[in-house]
């Protein structure tokens, strides 16, 4: 079974803490990897793709670790505004292109 | 920036009744894809189509169908709904290495 393992939370962080999220995938054919992030009673949207070599954007930092089939994302500085739930997101083998979402690490920031 | 929408933002439906919820998209996409979302299980795909005509079921199909006559349109069928098709209804295109773009969604009540 294809399945993609995150930790639901609730994470409770002050602002301008550093927050951490881990994910964890069973396919080891999985070829592409997302997170994305949720607000409360709205669409998914894409936050940022994981590459093999890790990527920065801003404040968020995502690696991917293929040995360990484990995936991260890294959030400096936390504000308020990245209150939100987090879906580590994997893509598995086949030509059409289905993703698998986990179910989501709730944060909250708080003032 | 591709733009998904959908067709209605929040519906209620009465037992029995045929519902259909619709999805476009304006970014030539081959893919589309319909999920539910409910509390603690997460994002569950239903139904997918790669191309005009096709269709591949997901995990939970059953009470579903789907239609694709034209690219940019993917219809989701509820032949006859029932209580437990309560649900948010997510509609997404895109492809597999780029992530997905949802709609905003369709809150779904069926009494």
């Known amino acids: 079974r294809k399945e993609v393992e995150q930790d639901p939370g609730p994470f409770n962080v002050p602002e301008g803490a550093t927050v951490a999220f881990n994910c964890t995938y069973s396919?080891?054919?999985?070829?592409?990897f997302f997170w994305y992030r949720q607000d409360c009673r709205k669409e998914p949207k894409l936050l940022m793709s994981?590459?093999?070599s890790g990527n920065e954007d801003g404040r968020f930092t995502a690696q991917l670790n293929r040995a360990s089939q484990y995936i991260s994302l890294l959030i400096r500085d936390s504000k308020l505004s990245d209150s939100a739930t987090y879906l580590c997101?994997?893509?598995?083998?086949?030509?059409?292109?289905?993703?698998?979402f986990g179910k989501g690490t709730k944060l909250s920031v708080k003032p | 920036d591709v733009k998904v929408t959908q067709s209605s933002r929040y519906l209620v439906k009465r037992t029995g009744e045929k519902v259909f919820l619709e999805c476009v998209q304006d970014?030539?996409?081959?893919?589309m894809f319909w999920y539910r979302q409910d509390p603690g299980l997460g994002l569950r795909l239903i139904y997918f189509?790669?191309?005009?005509?096709?269709?591949e079921k997901g995990d939970i199909p059953e009470g579903y169908s789907v239609s694709r006559e034209k690219k940019e349109r993917f219809s989701l069928i509820l032949e006859s709904a029932s209580t437990n098709q309560t649900s948010m209804y997510l509609c997404?295109?895109?492809?597999?290495?780029?992530?997905?773009?949802f709609g905003s969604g369709t809150r779904l009540t069926v009494v």
């Open positions: 970014m030539d996409h081959e893919n």
């Open positions: 997404a295109s895109g492809q597999r290495h780029y992530g997905y773009t």
């Open positions: 189509s790669y191309d005009v005509k096709m269709k």
């Open positions: 997101v994997v893509s598995y083998g086949g030509s059409q292109g289905n993703l698998i």
């Open positions: 396919n080891s054919a999985s070829q592409s």
């Open positions: 994981v590459y093999s």
